[in-house]
Nanobody, 117 residues
Framework: QVQLVESGGGLVQAGGSLRLSCAAS???????????MGWYRQAPGKQRELVAL???????VYEDSVKGRFTISRGNAKNTVNLQMNSLKPEDTAVYYC????????WGRGTQVTVSS
């Protein structure tokens, strides 16, 4: 099993930046078994949607609306994933969730990001 803890959310004005981090903990075998880590978000009244994914070998996928503004990266220890969010817009307001894929999917509890206009 893997536990995920997100951090870095908050309130920012439109055009500003935030950096989200997610740390995975568990057995060494579980950590080494993580294939993909990613970020999803869920705005009020909307379904949860993909924001960005990064594979073990560094391949990335981004949702169209965040391309060029958000950057996903993994830490050196491979059990962390970061999301650098620049040029934030009010429509980026949501709860952001970290996910790890290793056979099963594991989710964090989420961190609130609020972008004021």
């Amino acid at each position: 099993q893997v536990q995920l803890v997100e951090s870095g959310g908050g309130l920012v004005q439109a055009g500003g930046s935030l950096r989200l981090s997610c740390a995975a903990s568990g057995t060494i075998f579980s950590i080494l078994s993580i294939n993909v880590m990613g970020w999803y978000r869920q705005a009020p009244g909307k379904q949860r949607e993909l924001v960005a994914l990064i594979s073990r070998d560094g391949n990335t996928v981004y949702e169209d609306s965040v391309k060029g503004r958000f950057t996903i990266s993994r830490g050196n220890a491979k059990n962390t994933v970061n999301l650098q969010m620049n040029s934030l817009k009010p429509e980026d307001t949501a709860v952001y969730y970290c996910k790890a894929q290793l056979g099963s999917d594991y989710w964090g509890r989420g961190t609130q990001v609020t972008v004021s206009s």
